[in-house]
Each structure stands twice: as structure tokens, then as C-alpha cells.
């Protein structure tokens, strides 16, 4: 059973900047697209970003683009989440998702079959 685990996540000032890293257990999944979402207390889990490293696409939800980069290594079979100038609207746990359905879009959390456990993110104003 693949298994991701991420890590990064801690406490910054607005205006800061983490990089999160999810690993990969099985590089039989080195090719497959792969997504962070994140979830705030009392808010639903929402998709932050996509790489389909195979395609050589990247794709963001409209409030992380210019901020937020995702990138992968292969050799490390690790994606990671660059996340700069940091607002406390950031603030929650972030996951690292793969193995894509062929239905919902991107950004659907239903979409997405395996999932890490996540890693906390806290941006103070």
C-alpha cells in the first residue's frame, strides 16, 4: 500500500514562506499527478495545487497563484509546495493527495483516492 507523508508545516508571520514536502512511498507513482489540499477549522478541504510531472502541468487555485509553487523530484520521489508571502488565510492542515480518479476535477477532494496525513500550517498576523 503506497503511503504519503508530509512535513514542512509550522508556525510564520504574515509575509512568510514554508516549503512543504509530501514523500511518496512507491516510485511506482512517480508518473501520477499528484495535489496539496488544504483545511481550516471549520471549513471544508479545498485544492490548492496540482503537478501531473508526466504532462508537465501545474495548476492553482486562484488564491495561491503568484505565491504557491508546486514542483516535484523525482529522484526523491517527493512533491513539494513552495509557499511564499503567506497570509493568515493559509492557516490549516495540508495534504498531500494522488492516484486521481477519472471523474471530479482537480480541485475535488472526492477525486483524489489516496491521501498523506498532513501537516499544520499556521500564519499570525
Given at each position: 500500500?503506497?503511503?504519503?507523508?508530509?512535513?514542512?508545516?509550522?508556525?510564520?508571520?504574515?509575509?512568510?514562506?514554508?516549503?512543504?514536502?509530501?514523500?511518496?512511498?512507491?516510485?511506482?507513482?512517480?508518473?501520477?499527478?499528484?495535489?496539496?489540499?488544504?483545511?481550516?477549522?471549520?471549513?471544508?478541504?479545498?485544492?490548492?495545487?496540482?503537478?501531473?510531472?508526466?504532462?508537465?502541468?501545474?495548476?492553482?487555485?486562484?488564491?495561491?497563484?503568484?505565491?504557491?509553487?508546486?514542483?516535484?523530484?523525482n529522484a526523491k520521489n517527493t512533491?513539494?509546495?513552495?509557499?511564499?508571502?503567506?497570509k493568515p488565510e493559509d492557516t490549516?492542515?495540508?495534504?498531500?493527495?494522488?492516484?486521481?480518479?477519472?471523474?471530479?476535477?482537480?480541485?475535488?477532494?472526492?477525486?483524489?483516492?489516496?491521501?498523506g496525513q498532513g501537516t499544520q500550517?499556521?500564519?499570525?498576523?
Amino acid at each position: 500500500q503506497v503511503q504519503l507523508a508530509e512535513s514542512g508545516g509550522g508556525s510564520v508571520q504574515t509575509g512568510g514562506s514554508l516549503r512543504l514536502s509530501c514523500a511518496v512511498s512507491q516510485t511506482t507513482y512517480k508518473n501520477r499527478c499528484k495535489a496539496w489540499f488544504r483545511q481550516g477549522a471549520g471549513k471544508e478541504r479545498e485544492g490548492v495545487a496540482v503537478i501531473c510531472p508526466e504532462a508537465d502541468f501545474t495548476r492553482y487555485v486562484d488564491s495561491a497563484k503568484g505565491r504557491f509553487t508546486v514542483s516535484q523530484d523525482n529522484a526523491k520521489n517527493t512533491v513539494y509546495l513552495q509557499m511564499n508571502s503567506l497570509k493568515p488565510e493559509d492557516t490549516g492542515i495540508y495534504y498531500c493527495a494522488t492516484d486521481k480518479g477519472s471523474g471530479g476535477t482537480w480541485f475535488e477532494k472526492n477525486a483524489w483516492n489516496l491521501w498523506g496525513q498532513g501537516t499544520q500550517v499556521t500564519v499570525s498576523s
